[in-house]
């Protein structure tokens, strides 16, 4: 059973984590559209929530600056399937972008140790 | 994987693909690459045991609304986000009536504005009479116009255009300021009847106003780049139709003259003083409302014209330095030549800029590119070649208000185009997204602005008006 709480992520959050997301998982190799989600889901163990189609809009802006390269690429089945590479200039971001997350992160673990003291946290939620 | 469905669902697929594409702000490839996932989507929820319909519905879902969907699609291609909110909401009547109340607030602007245009003509300033003089001395109505007319007719865009964006009075207010420093400025200023700096005044006050046109149509958004290119791509597509219309309104007016000589009527008069002045004037506004209403047309015919001149521009250019080379002619430092280059300038960086906010940013480099890259490349070579002979002049012969404009325009362009044709070229190597350079000519838009304020504020006074 899951807690009265709502296990998932608000949506800003996932929203503003998208790009370092998306590019993370091209980095790690070239992809396409729903093997990225289906890799985001299995990262944050189901709990950061996409619309599915919000992906792509996304994907094309990283394309229109440069940070991915797309190509389409004739799929076993026949269909075709647009595969996403990441770029020099894509590596260049994700590194800003993780040095910026990191000192977001830093600055909330410093920030919750004086909060634990006074708020007892329940225990990590495990599905 | 299997590829297919059940007829039935196929259907349901080709259905929904068809929907899809009816967002205009959905293009067939992202239709494609939708369907792609749709169907892995489906094919997994079949794997766990859903039939067909089953996992239809909950792809279709998990995909999420439509509306939200072709919104984030024309926000992250701008450049269509006004057809989904023209379209988005509203009943079909509803949005007939809207564009009916559009149509009659764009007539009376206009009509205002023709009739703010003649006023003058009330208190003895009417230019438009013609043959009454006769000389080429520029009469005190002419230098009045010649000085004022950008100033008469734009204040009405530009309520138009807050009209449309439903600005703040305080922000209209702001944007109300540099006309009336201009209007000041223009009508203060001891100028020298029929001076050079009376008439570069009258060619820079309108690009200034029209920057500030600009500020409007975008509704005070302008520190964005890619609003920026918005408002370069409105300013093409009005001066497209506004081309149009001028030569439509030249052809009626001729046939008008003619019919009425016909049957022994001088209409002359008639036209040249109110016809022609109130719908230069009217047009304005008219034309500003049509780019707005009618912009699908105009976006298929943008990325033609800059295919069709880029190249036949490029030839002309490389042929002209391939004469130079033969004949071993170099340009004559007359005094026309600067003028000259200057307007080949601005009609180089105008094909750029036309060809760069008609393009797919995302698309990789195609001939039409290289075939750029030499047109820019070409012009700043020749342009070179016109400096130097005309800076040996300006030593020779010392600075006039006209030379000091031409070259600063020059200069201006120079830098524009020089470092145009190295981004271009980084982007034909694949070094480069060509993002680079849309940023680049968004960026210096503001440098176009400050060199004409320059010629509207400081030259009249540092060239003693003459």
Sequence with gaps: MQTLKDPRIAKDL???????????????????????LKRIDELSGGAMEWTDGML???LH?????????????????????????????????LTEQRRQWEIVSGALNNAWRSFQSSNAIPSAAGA | MEATFEPGIETQIREWRTYLLRRKTIQPTDVDELEDHLRSEMNELGAVGLSGDESFLVAIKRMGGLNELSREFARERSSRLWKQLVLAGGSARERSRELYAELLVTTLIALAAALAFKAPAAFGYNPFRDSSGGGSVVDAATSFYLRNASLIALPFLVGYLAWQRRLPLKRLAMLALPFVVAAVLVNTFPFDRGGDTELLVAIHVPIVLWLVAGVTYLGGEWRAGTSRMEFIRFTGEWFIYYALIAFGGGVLCALTLGVFEAIGIDAQVFI??????????????????????????????????????TPLFALMLVSAIV??????????????VLILFDVLLVLVVGLVLYSISARDAAATP????????????????????????M????????????????????????????????????????????????????AYVPVYAAWAVAVVVIFPPAFGFS
Excluded: H
């Design chain 2, 366 to 389: 195609t001939l039409l590119d290289a075939v750029q890259l030499v047109l820019v490349a070409s012009a700043l070579l020749i342009d070179l070649f016109a400096l130097t002979s």
């Design chain 1, 56 to 58: 792509y809009p996304l």
């Design chain 1, 61 to 93: 802006r990283l394309d229109r600056l440069g940070y991915v390269e797309a190509k389409w690429d004739a799929e076993p089945g026949g269909r075709r399937r647009r595969y996403y590479t990441i770029t020099a200039a894509g590596r260049e971001a």
């Design chain 2, 323 to 336: 004469g130079m080379a033969v004949t071993g002619n170099f340009i004559q430092a007359d005094r026309d």
């Design chain 2, 391 to 442: 800076l040996s002049r300006i030593s020779d012969f010392g600075f006039t208000p006209n030379r000091a404009a031409g070259l600063g325009l020059n200069l201006v362009l120079l830098v524009n185009l020089g470092w145009t044709a190295w981004l271009e070229f980084a982007f034909i190597r694949g070094k480069r997204p060509f993002a680079n350079l849309e940023r680049w000519q968004t």
């Design chain 2, 272 to 309: 040249s003083s109110w016809v022609l002045p109130c719908g230069a004037v009217g047009a304005v506004v008219v034309v500003a409302w049509l780019v707005e209403a009618k912009q699908s047309v105009i976006e298929n015919m943008a990325p033609v014209l800059t295919g069709v001149f």
């Design chain 1, 14 to 36: 996932v929203a503003a984590s998208a790009t370092p997301l998306v590019l993370a998982i091209l980095d790690d190799s070239e992809s396409y559209g729903y093997a990225i």
